[in-house]
Each structure stands twice: as C-alpha cells, then as structure tokens.
C-alpha cells in the first residue's frame, strides 16, 4: 500500500516572501507553482506573486519557466496581459505581477445561470485575440490559451500565465493542459501559431456553451481520459448548435475553422480579430 505524502505547508499571512513582500492569503497553488496575494511595501497596495512551491523548487524546468515568465511580462507591454514589476531570483524564485481583480473566465462560466451573450463573445476574443497576435509578432506563442488562463473583470480579458511560452517549434508531448491542447501539441510535433488559434477557439467554444470542447461526453470517454487519452486526436468537437442554439452562423463557423484538426486549415489570429468584428457589426445593424 503507497503512502500519499502531504502537500508541503503555504506561507502564512504576514510572512516575507521576498525582501518587501509580505503574504496577505494563497491565491491558487498548482502541481508546480504557488500564487500569493502579497502586500509591497514600496507600492503601498497588494500585488501577486508567484513562486515554486517548495517540493519543486531543484527542478530545473520549473524554475527556468517561472524566470522566463517573469522576465517576458517585464520586456512586453499590452493592455491584455498582466505586467511584471520584479524578478527576484535566489534559491526560490519569485515574479512579483500586478493584482489580477476579479475571476477566471473559467469561473465566470461555472457560476453564470446564462451562457454569455454573443456580443460578450466577440468583445472577449476580439481582446484574447489582440494579446495573442502581439505575442506572436513579440516571437512568442502561449500554448495554453484556456479558460483558467484568463482573467475576466468589468468588460475586460487579461491572458495570464507564459510559464510554457516559447517560439514555434518541436514541444513535448502535452505539452499545456489535455481538454484545451492542438492535435500537434497532444502529439509533441512542431507547434505555430496555429497551435493558440485552436487554444483561442476552444476558449470560446466553452465561453459560448458552458463545456469544454474536448471534455468527456461519455462514460467510455471518461474512462479514456481518465487512461491520458487525447480526444481530440479522436474525435472532432461537439456541433455548436447542438449546444446553444441561435448562435450566429459567421460565429459557429470561425470556431468550427479554429478547431480544424489541421494546423494549415485553422484561419490567423488576425482574421479571428476580424471577424468577429464583422459579427458585432452584424449584431448592431
């Protein structure tokens, strides 16, 4: 019989994280990472903070991650993604983000009653879209453009979390997280912007219905995810009108050619930007 080991204590409110930094509560804490609400005292308000938790900390991977996250949010500048203040480097790294107000896409679509009205689907990835397309041009691509990745307050999207961004090319397999991953990441081949595209599409298919493109539908499904499977790899995405109906057919086709299995079938980010443009301006009209 194994012996599960305890996940390793969180800081405590009031104690240092790093020179400055005191802990207000843990925010989140991932297979990898922790996520602080933190007071600073040389800003005078709260900030995030995020560092290894401690049973990861002499792994190599996750420190080079959270280095490159931090210096990458430092070096970009765009209104839909967080800046960086700080990189404190060390024993136990840590990045010290703006304050993130609000709840995860994710969250807002657990909690809402209704589905999000189409003209909140368009302004959502029109913003996602904007991001995406400047860390494309920065020579960037996020590879994990989810619903738990994005910040959603007041109207606006904030895209969080670069931990795993990189330049196009050759990735591990699963590389990101398993419901939202392109065939090519679920594979480990060469990724491109395409590869956010379909994280772009699958954001929004779920915005738009309350599930999850790649999620299980079935119990034989269950069982295979529960196995590792990819089902992307296995079947194509659930019909749009099968779960929303009065969608407008501009938007359900651009989600549908987001989520071609091919990379060279899905459109670019810019014309994703675009159109759904043109489907606002067909609401208004």
Same mark, same amino acid.
């Given at each position: 019989?194994?012996?599960?080991?305890?996940?390793?204590?969180?800081?405590?409110?009031?104690? =240092?994280?790093?020179? #400055?930094? *005191?802990? &207000?509560?843990? /925010?989140?804490?991932?297979?990898? @990472?922790?996520?602080? %609400? $933190?007071?600073?005292?040389?800003?005078?308000?709260?900030?995030?903070?995020?560092?290894?938790?401690?049973?990861?900390?002499?792994?190599?991977?996750?420190?080079?991650?959270?280095?490159?996250?931090?210096?990458?949010?430092?070096?970009?500048?765009?209104?839909?993604?967080?800046?960086?203040? =700080?990189?404190?480097? #060390?024993? *136990?790294? &840590?990045?010290? /983000?703006?304050?993130?107000?609000? @709840?995860?896409?994710? %969250? $807002?679509?657990?909690?809402?009653?209704?589905?999000?009205?189409?003209?909140?689907?368009?302004?959502?990835?029109?913003?996602?879209?904007?991001?995406?397309?400047?860390?494309?041009?920065?020579?960037?691509?996020?590879?994990?453009?989810?619903?738990?990745?994005?910040?959603?307050?007041?109207?606006?999207?904030?895209?969080?979390?670069?931990?795993?961004?990189?330049?196009?090319?050759?990735?591990?397999?699963?590389?990101?997280?398993?419901?939202?991953?392109?065939?090519?990441?679920?594979?480990?081949?060469?990724?491109?912007?395409?590869?956010?595209?379909?994280?772009?599409?699958?954001?929004?298919?779920?915005?738009?219905?309350?599930?999850?493109?790649?999620?299980?539908?079935?119990?034989?499904?269950?069982?295979?995810?529960?196995?590792?499977?990819?089902?992307?790899?296995?079947?194509?995405?659930?019909?749009?009108?099968?779960?929303?109906?009065?969608?407008?057919?501009?938007?359900?086709?651009?989600?549908?050619?987001?989520?071609?299995?091919?990379?060279?079938?899905?459109?670019?980010?810019?014309?994703?930007?675009?159109?759904?443009?043109?489907?606002?301006?067909?609401?208004?009209?």
């Amino acid at each position: 019989m194994s012996i599960q080991q305890a996940d390793p204590v969180v800081l405590a409110p009031g104690d =240092e994280i790093a020179p #400055g930094y *005191t802990v &207000v509560s843990l /925010l989140s804490r991932g297979s990898a @990472l922790d996520v602080y %609400e $933190v007071w600073s005292e040389e800003r005078l308000c709260s900030c995030v903070a995020k560092t290894i938790r401690p049973d990861r900390v002499d792994v190599r991977r996750v420190r080079c991650r959270l280095l490159q996250e931090g210096w990458l949010l430092k070096e970009l500048a765009h209104p839909h993604l967080p800046r960086a203040f =700080e990189t404190i480097e #060390g024993a *136990t790294p &840590v990045v010290i /983000l703006e304050t993130d107000v609000g @709840l995860t896409l994710e %969250e $807002v679509i657990d909690e809402r009653l209704r589905r999000l009205p189409v003209a909140d689907l368009c302004h959502l990835g029109r913003q996602l879209a904007s991001a995406i397309s400047y860390l494309h041009d920065s020579g960037y691509l996020h590879l994990d453009v989810r619903p738990g990745n994005v910040m959603a307050h007041a109207g606006r999207a904030t895209l969080i979390d670069l931990s795993i961004a990189r330049p196009p090319g050759l990735v591990r397999r699963g590389t990101g997280t398993r419901e939202y991953l392109a065939p090519e990441q679920a594979r480990g081949e060469v990724v491109t912007t395409a590869s956010d595209v379909w994280g772009l599409g699958a954001t929004l298919f779920e915005a738009a219905t309350g599930v999850a493109p790649f999620a299980p539908l079935d119990e034989s499904e269950d069982d295979a995810f529960d196995d590792g499977a990819f089902l992307q790899l296995h079947r194509s995405a659930p019909r749009l009108g099968s779960l929303r109906t009065r969608l407008p057919r501009a938007f359900t086709d651009l989600l549908s050619a987001c989520l071609a299995p091919e990379p060279v079938d899905r459109p670019s980010v810019r014309h994703v930007h675009d159109r759904l443009g043109d489907v606002l301006s067909a609401l208004d009209a």
